[in-house]
């Protein structure tokens, strides 16, 4: 499921909502509404709270927010993320301004990926995330990425979901 649907979809759920309300405000049938809320569940986006009636998980909270306060722009000089070297701390000529870039530095290996994801691991990523980004929901999520290659396939599904 892409984020499209998501973004087409959470905001819909306001509390609880019925498959069949769900239905008609998207104007699609029920068996179309069913799958996307299978897949929604199962990116942990939204949670059964009883038969046939749904509501958003904290985790869906977390994106409709981050989508509500996101910046489109980039983020000054001193907001931008610097990456340093783990080992001594040097900055590496190179900061991340924006989440787009972010996700182009990791992809086209500008910076060595053990650094990436030594800044991932001690918490580095997240606290410019929420802090700098305001995007407490891509900072939960990266915190699942095991390796870079996953890293880089989560921003650059949440970079597509902008674009």
């Known amino acids: 499921m892409s984020y499209k649907v998501a973004l087409k979809v959470l905001p819909l ?15 699609a049938s029920k ?3 069913r799958k996307y809320v299978k897949a929604l569940s199962e990116k942990g986006l939204v949670r059964e709270a009883s038969p046939g009636v749904y509501e958003l998980s904290e985790l869906g909270h977390l994106l409709i927010e981050s989508i509500k306060t996101r ?5 000054s000089d001193e907001q931008a993320y610097v990456f340093t070297d783990p080992f001594t701390s ?18 086209y290996g500008l910076v060595p990926g053990e650094v990436f994801l030594e800044h991932l ?14 995007d407490s ?9 095991n390796s870079l290659e996953d890293a880089v396939k989560i921003l650059e599904e949440y970079v597509s979901m902008f674009s």
């Open 137 to 145: 929901y891509l900072a939960a999520i990266l915190k699942k990425a």
């Open 31 to 33: 068996a179309t509404v």
């Open 90 to 107: 040097t900055p590496l000529q190179l900061k991340a301004r924006s989440v787009q870039q972010l996700y182009a530095i990791l992809k």
């Open 71 to 75: 910046l489109l722009g980039l983020l």
């Open 121 to 134: 691991r001690k918490g580095y990523v997240s606290q410019w995330l929420q802090g700098s980004v305001k």
């Open 13 to 27: 759920i306001e509390g609880r909502i019925s498959l069949e309300e769900l239905s008609n405000k998207l104007a």
